[in-house]
């Protein structure tokens, strides 16, 4: 497998729509964001624009409520439940609990990449004025990884000992995230990768079972769902060009559904 993943495995998360810092860390190389197209009609979603108020602090909800924060998504395939870490990627946790609060998940969130080892998905039509998720669209700090924050040799190894394992659940810039299907010694080991979370259920019920006969167009050559033609175009051509694509329809915070 090595082939597939070095070094497409990162910088295909980076093509289009990550922040400069992390495509710089990754690809040593430019970044550019190329996002065209119109406004959707699905339905308005100026109501659940996110607000600076929506940003929680991780360890204080444990505090008050003595468990960790987390999420449950219903999809096409069923429900799955996330439980998120804000001891090790408070950042993370800060961005995916605003996008929940904000409705942003309910705006049905294609699964646009599914292979052997993980599932990509995030990416929502851009173009929109006004844009309800601006905030989320700019530039944010990011974690570091936690097994090793540095560039020097030993946080190197450490990172090397600490990877992603299945069921990893990461947010890896702007709104793209990933869930890890099947572990990877390459995943989970720059310094900027930070698991926010793990999934804890659904994993075989909804995560092993997502649609992916259609190939993607990263991972087969340009061929099958494609997350510019989403950004650029929304959903309209995924449920008329490929209907077996998986959706995230709605996502809400654990214990307030």
Not at 160 to 188: S, Y
Not at 223 to 232: L, Y
């Amino acid at each position: 497998f090595v082939p597939e993943w070095r070094p497409t495995w990162l910088s295909v998360f980076c093509r289009y729509e990550c922040w400069e810092s992390f495509a710089t860390d990754h690809l040593h190389g430019s970044f550019e964001l190329h996002v065209s197209g119109h406004l959707s009609r699905e339905r308005n979603l100026r109501d659940g624009a996110p607000d600076e108020k929506m940003l929680g602090d991780p360890q204080e909800i444990d505090r008050l409520t003595n468990s960790k924060p987390g999420f449950i998504c219903e999809t096409t395939k069923g429900e799955f439940e996330v439980e998120l870490h804000g001891d090790v990627a408070p950042k993370s946790v800060d961005r995916l609990l605003t996008m929940v609060r904000a409705k942003y998940f309910d705006q049905h969130i294609a699964f646009f990449r599914v292979n052997q080892w993980i599932t990509q998905f995030g990416a929502d039509h851009h173009g929109r004025n006004p844009d309800p998720y601006a905030m989320l669209r700019k530039p944010a700090a990011q974690d570091r990884n936690p097994c090793g924050p540095g560039k020097s040799p030993e946080d190197v190894r450490k990172r090397k000992e600490c990877w992603w394992r299945r069921g990893t659940f990461a947010w890896i810039g702007g709104t793209q995230m990933i869930i890890v299907r099947k572990a990877n010694p390459q995943m989970g080991t720059n310094e900027r990768d930070a698991a926010a979370g793990t999934v804890i259920r659904g994993m075989e019920e909804v995560i092993d079972r997502l649609d992916n006969s259609y190939g993607n167009a990263v991972d087969s050559g340009g061929k099958g769902p494609d997350q510019v033609r989403i950004m650029q175009e929304g959903n309209e051509h995924i449920r008329r060009e490929f209907p077996k694509t998986d959706f995230i329809l709605r996502c809400y915070e654990r214990g307030r559904r």
